[in-house]
């Protein structure tokens, strides 16, 4: 028997992300066939984001190799015994928007964002600005991306609380739904 049910973890982060006000639109599963890794994505928005700009994109990547390793390490610990805190899945949320006037912030966006954030959900803002053709005027494109460490003993134990990372990123999606409007209304 597995140490860890990835599936009925994915299924449990969807339930979380729709207990913080999200709402999700599809998710996906990749298997790599020559190294058995996996990815799962699911895509959702702020239940008042609907039919809005704004989408936040959740990756999970399962290396084979922690998995096993982990499952190894649980073969041999006793019942009563807690698991160490060694392996780790990481887990991506990125944030993508339609282009933006070339003028926008992206400093004022960054501090901005660090402030809804705090040191819990550390964000890279990433701005790319895009000439179609020689007589289109330019676009700007973010892509705001934060990290984090899913512990495999933590899940376990049942010690992991996703809750304040999903609050987090509520907010950042509702902070981007707000000003977007307003970056959208300063462009024309």
């Known amino acids: 028997m597995a140490a860890i049910d990835v599936a009925g973890f994915v299924t449990d982060l969807k339930d979380h992300a729709l207990d913080h006000g999200f709402h999700v639109h599809d998710e996906r599963h990749f298997v790599e ?70 003028d926008t912030d992206i400093l004022r966006l960054a501090v901005e964002l660090a402030g809804v954030t705090g040191p819990a959900l550390p964000l890279e803002i990433a701005a790319t600005d895009v000439v179609s053709s020689p007589t289109d005027a330019p676009e700007r494109r973010i892509v705001i991306t934060a990290r984090w460490a899913i512990s495999l003993s933590r899940v376990v134990s049942g010690k992991e609380s996703l809750c304040e990372l999903f609050d987090r990123s509520r907010e950042v999606s509702l902070y981007l739904l707000e000003h977007y409007t307003r970056w959208q209304a300063d462009d024309r």
């Open 33 to 102: 066939t020559y190294s058995l890794r996996q990815w799962w994505e699911v895509d959702l928005h702020p239940e008042e984001g609907c039919g809005q700009p704004v989408d936040l994109h959740l990756a999970l990547d399962v290396d084979p190799r922690v998995l096993l390793a982990f499952e190894d390490t649980m073969a041999t610990l006793p019942d009563d015994a807690e698991p160490p805190d060694d392996f780790h899945f990481p887990l991506t949320f990125t944030w993508s928007l339609p282009p933006l006037p070339v």
